[in-house]
């Protein structure tokens, strides 16, 4: 009787640690083709309000007589439920843009993401300097060159 009660106590253990969420890095590819340094921080994909920043960083801008840079490989956290099937993804933000409501864009596993242009758009009646940062990005599951063409742009403002 001993042997049964502990069998299914093993089971019931076993289950809840299954039921855990499992934990892994998730890895995208970050390219800057902008002239302008642009700092970056990543958040869970399932981070609905994208309030725990994960990782911080900054890509330098183009320097004249450069005409491509290389991607710079990063990643966030996430987390999954057992059984639940869960979209390998992070999300990017302008550090710029955190303390204001500014979007975020999905990048999911192994994706590259190419920022092709930003514009500093200045507060109304504010100096530049406490403007918030606009730009321009592309998604694609290679590597793409700064002077390729560039399809499918999105805005991130």
Known sequence: MKLCI???FALLF????????AH??????VKNCTKMDLEFTTYDGHDKVAQI????????GLK???DDVSATKTSCHIGCPWGKSCNSRCKIRLQSD?????KTANVYKDQYIRFTSA?????SGKPLSEGHTRTWYTLAS????CSDHATDVKQLD
Not at 14 to 21: G, K, R
């Open 119 to 123: 514009e500093i758009i200045p507060a």
């Open 98 to 102: 955190v303390g204001r409501k500014s």
């Open 24 to 29: 892994a890095d998730v890895h995208f590819h």
């Open 6 to 8: 502990h069998a299914v």
């Open 64 to 66: 004249d007589g450069t």
């Open 142 to 145: 290679e590597e793409e060159k």
């Open 14 to 21: 076993s289950a809840f640690l299954a039921s855990l969420p």
């Open 53 to 60: 920043q994960y990782k911080k960083f900054t890509l330098r």
